[in-house]
């Protein structure tokens, strides 16, 4: 089984501000690396596929990177609605393994 | 557009059962892997089983295993979550989602189900 690992646990970011987060498994998973947005109370939302790919109708300011162990979710200027925890998650190899969150959260 | 609306959810003791739904429209059901993930209150989110399109292959994680029988009716675009022998530690939020076609990342969820296990 892989375990993904996200960084940080909480990133304290302003409003217009680049946010930054990392994810990384504990073995290759080549580019079958998503990313999910979770609101509170809300279901989780896919924001990126295929490690840089965005979802239909997720902003350009979302960008994805990375392949093999190392994968970083770039917010390029973070709007009040941006502020939630994300999620990643390596479909490489069954099962499926999430993360366990990087909560972005307003400075 | 797509939607996946689960039911089913509540409060139920130790021991006790209960059978969620998820009622799937605006895509072709038969189409699609679907799986069951949770999340219980405050943590993150774990997958619990997952089904092939037409029902043939099934996958549970270890701690539901045996306990937990998932499947689906493809004439209903429906899914459904068996849960017996349920324990504190089932209590959680439920969410069922669609797996993209040939990959298994999440495409669309549900707004989720809670069910709390409590005496």
New interface residues.
Partial sequence: EIVMTQSPATLSVSPGERATLSCRASQSVSS?L?W?QQKPG?????LI?GASTR?TGIPARFSGSGSGTEFTLTISSLQSEDFAVY?C?Q?NI???D????TKVDIK | QVQLVESGGGLVRPGGSLRLSCAASGFTFSDHYMIWIRQAPGK????VSYISSSGSAI?Y?DSVKDRFTISRDNAKNSLYLQMNSLRAEDTAVY?CARA?VG??????????TLVTVSS
């Fill in positions: 079958d998503a999910y809300q279901a989780p939302r896919l596929y979802a999620y998650q479909y069954w099962p499926v999430f993360g366990p969150g | 993150g989110l774990e997958w996958y994680a969410y993209a990959k298994n990342y999440f495409d669309s969820w549900g707004q989720g």
